[in-house]
Each structure stands twice: as C-alpha cells, then as structure tokens.
C-alpha cells in the first residue's frame, strides 16, 4: 500500500456512504491522531485504539449519526497531500475549508494538527486532508 492515510479517509469515508455505525481500520501514530482530531472537532461520536490477534495496532471508530434527520457529521473526507504530489502551505496562505465550516488537518513541526490551530501556533505544514 502506497498511501495508508488515503486508506484510512477511504475506509471512513464508504462506512459513511453505507451507513454503518463503526469502522474498523490498520493503526498508526499518524491515524490516531487524525482519529483524536475528528474526535475533538465533533465528526466522529468515539473511538478505541487496540492490537489484533496478531498484535498489529488497529483504530475502531464509532460514527457519529443524528437520529432525526439520518445524517452523518462527516459530509466528506479529501485527501490533499499524496505521496505523488505533496501539498504545503505557510501561515499566510493557509486555506480555509467551506469558509471555516470544516476543517484541514495538517502535519506541521509542531504535530499533527487543525488549520485554525496551525495559524494560532504560526506554524504552517503539509495539508494531509480536507474535512467538512
């Protein structure tokens, strides 16, 4: 596999589009803390890391669903930044994802992180993933 994070956006994004209630996918210190930041933004309703029988990391994330209108938090999960062509942005021009009603995630110096704490900490960094 040449790009597990797109994996992972894949994974969460075709749970969402059939409807299930949890998610399993391969873990990495990169996918938690995509997993801690979707969790801290409100996208997903919680999440579990854990090892599989044969002691490889795994993340199991619950969805998060209103009940009333049969909706799903995450509209959708784009991939920015691919082992193909890598994507960089500085704090000036940082993007604004749907004029601030998503988020980017970016890996910068400082960590993984949102865009708006990115230009918070003045630091700028590799855009991995769009979410709204």
């Known amino acids: 596999m040449t ?9 969460i994004r075709n749970a969402v589009k059939a409807n299930h209630k949890v998610v399993e996918a391969p873990g990495s210190k ?3 803390e995509i997993t801690k930041i979707l969790y801290e933004q ?4 919680a999440y579990k890391f854990d090892t599989n029988e044969k002691g490889h990391p795994t993340i199991k994330i619950a969805l998060k ?3 009333a209108t049969k909706t799903n938090a995450i ?3 784009k991939r920015i930044s691919r082992p193909g062509l890598r994507r960089y942005a500085s704090v000036s ?5 749907l004029n601030g009603l998503g988020i980017a995630i970016l890996s910068t110096s400082k ?6 704490k990115a230009r918070k900490e003045n630091v700028g960094g590799e855009i991995l ?3 709204y």
């Open 65 to 67: 669903w209103d009940a």
């Open 30 to 32: 990169i996918k938690q």
């Open 42 to 45: 409100g996208y997903i309703l």
């Open 129 to 131: 993933c769009y979410v």
């Open 3 to 11: 790009d597990p994070i797109a994996d992972f956006l894949t994974r």
């Open 75 to 77: 509209k959708d999960l």
């Open 111 to 116: 960590g993984i992180m949102t865009d708006a």
């Open 93 to 97: 021009e940082m993007p604004r994802v």
